[in-house]
């Protein structure tokens, strides 16, 4: 296999190299270098027979990438027909050798050289040095005498005479600190030197926001987060993973295993009854804000307001009860005999008769309409419950594709899972640390998270 080397960084110390080589030699026995000139731009290769680039993140600041061109392959491969010389000796390090060459007007165009794991003499490596003379091509084996790491070691942070291919921004899990501002905000700059952060060093008692365009990496780097949390935290900690575009859940290896709430095979009650109905009914009433003009129609958030403190009242709420209490008459009679608030009884038995005979289109029918497009929900063969598999499961993910169900279903979903979690966590029901990931939070935000999140409760 080949591969590209690339590099975070314009200086590369013989220590580096060392530990670069000790590396590679944890996974394979040989390995064959070419690095090639052409003109200013200095190409650096590697052969194995063994998978490298598996080994990226012990790698650092080198980095493997199988991404070059079919003229760089052709390029290497082929065999220019040269003179050959016998060996000679060299203590000087391989970039200055190339730009002492350049000058001279005899540039060194090839360089390459075998190494092997038991070999006791590879710090002392023949290396072949292919020059172009003129309209010919001259091959010397050169015996070098410093050790290896040392003859490949460059400074290029000043140099105008060379340079090498630098690393894309990628993701790396060296151990470098988190660089914020006053405020703790992280800023990535495309800066002149590429920069990398390490996942390892998160702090995941705080909250983070990842904000990058489409395509920048932001579910990769997610990915990457959740998996280091499944593999390092081991049971102290637990990810419930809100993924709205139904992406995100299917980057996650599979040796990762978790429950999915996706709500075609197992579904979930969106609304948890744990006794609080006060606090209950305002924060669904703000979720159902963010879908329904409840704030400038009196009318629909009294209807709204009662329905749902009544149902939270009685720990009865479910979105199938909730229709059920609005539009038959017979359930809501059974409903009421379970109510001990009077102000919610005088509610159902005068004042909503009225608005449904006289209001209905404006007072009632906009929460029917709502409730009947989160119908799919019933059709999940399934139920589990939310509270049961984040206590249970390392990972619960909840798939909920908006380009399927459409933005307002998706946001009063991933709104509901995400204040039903912040409302078992407060209420101690959680027995363990639970990192919420949204994949992305202006899908399913509703102004009361944003309060919650001003608060502690074991959630990150």
């Known amino acids: 296999m080949l591969y590209k080397i690339t590099f975070f960084k314009t200086t590369i110390s013989a220590a580096d190299w060392d530990q670069f080589l000790f590396t590679l030699f944890s996974v394979t026995n040989r390995v064959n270098y070419i690095i090639t000139t052409q003109g200013q731009k200095l190409e650096y290769y590697i052969f194995s027979s063994k998978k490298l680039d598996v080994i990226n993140s012990r790698l650092f600041p080198f980095y493997l990438t199988d991404e070059y061109t079919e003229y760089e392959y052709h390029q290497l491969c082929q065999r220019k027909t040269s003179t050959s010389f016998v060996a000679n000796i060299t203590r000087k390090q391989l970039i200055k050798s190339i730009e002492q060459k350049r000058l001279d007007s005899k540039p060194l165009i090839k360089v390459s050289f075998s190494l092997s794991k038991y070999n006791l003499f590879r710090n002392l490596p023949l290396v072949h040095y292919l020059y172009n003379y003129g309209n010919k091509f001259v091959e010397k084996k050169v015996i070098v005498l410093c050790p290896l790491s040392q003859f490949l070691a460059f400074d290029l942070s000043n140099s105008i005479n060379s340079e090498i291919t630098r690393v894309k921004p990628v993701l790396a899990t060296n151990k470098i600190n988190f660089v914020t501002n006053t405020q703790g905000i992280l800023t990535l700059k495309q800066l002149e030197s590429n920069q990398q952060f390490a996942i390892s060093s998160f702090d995941f008692q705080r909250h983070g926001l990842i904000v990058g365009q489409s395509g920048s990496g932001k579910s990769f780097l997610l990915k990457l987060m959740i998996e280091d949390i499944l593999r390092k935290k081991g049971t102290e ?74 149902l939270f009242g009685i720990n009865q709420m479910s979105v199938e009860n909730l229709k059920k209490l609005l539009t038959d008459s ?92 912040f409302t078992l966590m407060q209420s101690g029901k959680i027995a363990k640390k639970i990192t919420l990931v949204v994949d992305e939070f202006s899908v399913v935000q509703t102004p009361s998270l944003f309060i919650f999140c001003l608060k502690r409760v074991n959630l990150a």
């Open 237 to 310: 900690y637990g990810v419930v993973l809100i993924d709205p575009h139904a992406n995100l859940s299917q980057l996650i290896d599979p040796k990762f295993h978790h429950s999915k709430i996706d709500f075609i095979q197992n579904k979930t009650n969106l609304f948890i009854n744990i006794g609080q109905p006060i606090l209950s009914t305002e924060l669904t009433l703000d979720l159902f804000s963010t879908v329904l003009d409840i704030r400038s129609n009196p009318n629909l958030m009294r209807v709204l307001k009662y329905a749902l403190n009544t």
């Open 330 to 421: 017979i359930f809501r009679k059974e409903m009421l005999k379970q109510v001990t608030d009077r102000n919610n009884l005088q509610f159902f038995e005068t004042e909503y008769q009225r608005l449904y005979t006289s209001e209905y289109a404006t007072a009632v029918l906009p929460i029917i309409n709502l409730l009947s497009e989160l119908d799919f929900i019933n059709n999940a063969p399934n139920t589990v419950e939310l509270e049961k598999q984040i206590n249970t499961q390392a990972l619960v993910s909840l798939p909920i594709n908006q380009a399927n169900l459409g933005t307002t279903v998706c946001r009063l979903v991933g709104g509901a899972i995400i204040q039903q979690i």
